[in-house]
């Protein structure tokens, strides 16, 4: 911006006075006035200074005093303007200022004097105080005391005598920031509102929707529940608060042939009890509407009369305050149930009667068969001992082998019929094994020999395991005598071990043979009763194939279980595992 003010005298131009400011430096009204007052104040100087010359020669003294006092009084308009003033050489370092930019400092005008004038200013990044920045020539001025002070800063060379200077104008915006900043934070404190606002109203709209979708998905559900309940096939009944009907599904109408006219209003009651039940009608109701939910066999009664039974469940349906508001009973069809009931305990019946007559046969058996078999067992026995011809003893040890038979497939017979029964009562106890495993070693040694294997008892200190002793007996029998069976040639060895399993001991005790094996496939049916690997009349061991049978489930009953590793034709292991006593 460019001022040009005229120069006149007495009507005549004598010369122009040219101001030229920066376009972002705008003039309040009091500087103005300021700069009026001194181009007035030039004018008179300069006029005067005209007439003095025209005078010079004349009165040089009266001259000089007349531009002292136009200096002091340039000076004292100088000191008394607003708005800071600070002269600097080239170098930035203050050879002179007015009252105004000292009192903006904070510091006397002679301590300023000589100190570079860069040291009181802070200049902004225009790029990182973009919001901030409102006019390009905006810094900061640091005072004495380090406070900072916003200013315009605006700075021009001027030329004096021939020699530069740096004339710098500093006003206080301070007023003008703190007006800027109330706007700033009421434009933030507008923009936060209006933004909670938007926010506020998209959590309503967002909750709306939700509100929607829930109530669609509701409805959806509400379709689904209706259809579901609709098409079941169990009977549905929504009853009010006497328990009279509400609602029924299909399979109500389709079972009883009555239309829902028929039963909305009615008691449910009446289509669920017969005429022997009328009178625990009143009690039914009682019970059902004090217990949170009751289920009953009662019977379901046709519009024909046909009489149903049903397992019918009711519970009640409660507000969000926690008062019962309806009933729903849901009830299934178990006529045929009641009648394969009925069907089992006529067939209970029966197998007990079975039951019974096949324990007083095993009893005759029993009598009947073991009472001459100990007599030709025993007689066989005395005939060895008496007879000195070679081939009646091998009579007499054939027909005491094939009475031993008997009689070991006799109580394998009359043991199993025992433990299929419920009546087994076991006394378990901790028994020391060893003595029972020599027993039974002993008894079999000649029957071992004749084969030509041998038999090894690896047992030999004393082992307590907590089992029954005769079935623990009758386990170890079976097994060393399958292994004598199967072993054509080679070893059958018994040995033990114990171990822990949280914080229980158990004893394992093994009988090992080189026996002929087991195929993979048959493991599957090995402790089946009454089968045998090789099946048929020309099959080539002999036993009823209740051995391994009797082994797992005596194992089992005294908590035990049993273990099987074989290979074909190159024999098995079986082991029986049993709680111990360290």
């Known amino acids: 911006n460019i001022y040009i003010i005229p120069l006149q005298n007495k009507g005549k131009l004598e010369g122009l006075i040219i101001i030229n400011l920066n376009n972002n430096f705008s003039l309040s009204q009091k500087i103005k006035d300021e700069l009026n007052l001194l181009i007035k104040i ?79 200013l ?12 409102v006019n390009d020539e905006e810094a900061i001025l640091i005072n004495s005391e380090g406070s900072p002070i916003p200013i315009i800063f605006h700075s021009q060379k001027i030329r004096v005598d021939n020699i530069e200077y740096n004339e710098i104008t500093i006003i206080d915006i301070t ?32 909750k709306l929707k939700e509100e929607i979708q829930k109530k669609e998905e509701a409805q959806k559900e ?11 096939n169990s009977l549905v009944f929504i009853l009010d608060t006497n328990l009279n009907i509400q609602y029924v ?51 379901l009664i046709s519009k024909e009369g046909k009489v149903f039974w049903v397992w019918a469940s009711f519970a009640p349906v409660k507000n969000s305050e926690g008062e019962t508001i309806n009933y729903i009973s849901i009830q299934e ?57 070679h081939e009646l003893i091998e009579m007499v040890l054939g027909i005491k082998e094939g009475g031993n038979r008997l009689l070991t497939s006799l109580d394998s ?22 003595p029972i495993i020599n027993k039974i070693i002993d008894y079999n040694l000649q029957k071992v020999n004749l084969k030509g294997i041998r038999i090894i008892n690896e047992i030999v200190n004393e082992q307590l395991a907590l ?61 089946d009763a009454f089968k045998q690997i090789s099946e048929g009349t020309n099959r080539n061991f002999d036993g009823f194939g209740l051995g391994l049978s009797l082994v797992k489930r005596m194992t089992e009953m005294m908590n035990g279980k049993i273990e099987v590793e074989s290979k074909l034709n190159q024999g098995s292991t079986f082991s029986v595992i049993f709680e111990t006593i360290n």
């Open 42 to 120: 030039f004018g008179l100087i300069y006029f005067n200074v005209q007439t003095q010359n025209e005078q010079i020669n004349n009165n040089s003294s009266e001259l000089l005093f007349t531009l002292n006092e136009t200096v002091k009084n340039l000076y004292k308009i100088f000191n008394t303007i607003n708005e800071g003033i600070v002269l600097t050489n080239l170098n930035n370092i203050v050879i002179d200022l007015n009252n105004a930019a000292s009192k903006l400092l904070g510091i006397p005008k002679d301590e300023i004097l000589g100190k570079d004038i860069r040291d009181y």
């Open 122 to 133: 802070l200049f902004l990044d225009k790029k990182l105080f973009k919001e901030e920045i």
């Open 175 to 206: 007023e003008r920031k703190l007006m800027e900043n109330k706007i700033l934070e009421a434009k933030f404190d507008l923009e936060n509102k209006v933004k909670i606002r938007t926010q506020e109203l998209y959590d309503i709209n967002k």
């Open 222 to 232: 509400n379709h689904k529940l209706i259809t579901a309940i609709n098409q079941s």
């Open 249 to 299: 599904n299909e399979s109500v109408l389709n079972k009883t042939n009555y239309d829902v006219s028929e039963l909305i209003g009615k008691s449910v009651l009446e289509l669920n009890c017969k005429e022997q039940f009328s009178e625990n009608i009143l009690k039914l109701k009682k019970r059902i509407i004090e217990e949170s939910q009751s289920s009953f066999e009662l019977n």
């Open 333 to 389: 069809d178990i006529t045929r149930i009641k009648e394969y009931q009925e069907e089992l305990i006529k067939a209970k019946e029966e197998v007990e009667r079975s039951l019974n007559a096949k324990t007083i046969l095993l009893n005759k058996i029993s009598h009947e068969f073991r009472t001459p078999l100990v007599s030709i067992l025993g007689f066989s026995e005395m005939l060895e001992y008496e007879i000195n011809d």
């Open 413 to 434: 017979v009359l043991l199993f019929s025992e433990l299929e029964s419920s009546t087994v009562n076991l006394n378990i106890n901790k028994f020391n094994i060893v």
């Open 467 to 527: 089992v029954v002793k005769d079935y623990f007996k009758v386990i170890i029998h079976h097994l060393v005598d399958n292994a004598i069976k199967f072993t054509l040639k080679g070893e059958i060895k018994i040995f033990s071990n114990i171990y822990k399993e949280s914080e229980k001991s158990f004893i394992k005790i093994s009988v090992k043979d080189t026996g002929i094996g087991i195929k993979e496939e048959d493991m599957n049916y090995l402790f």
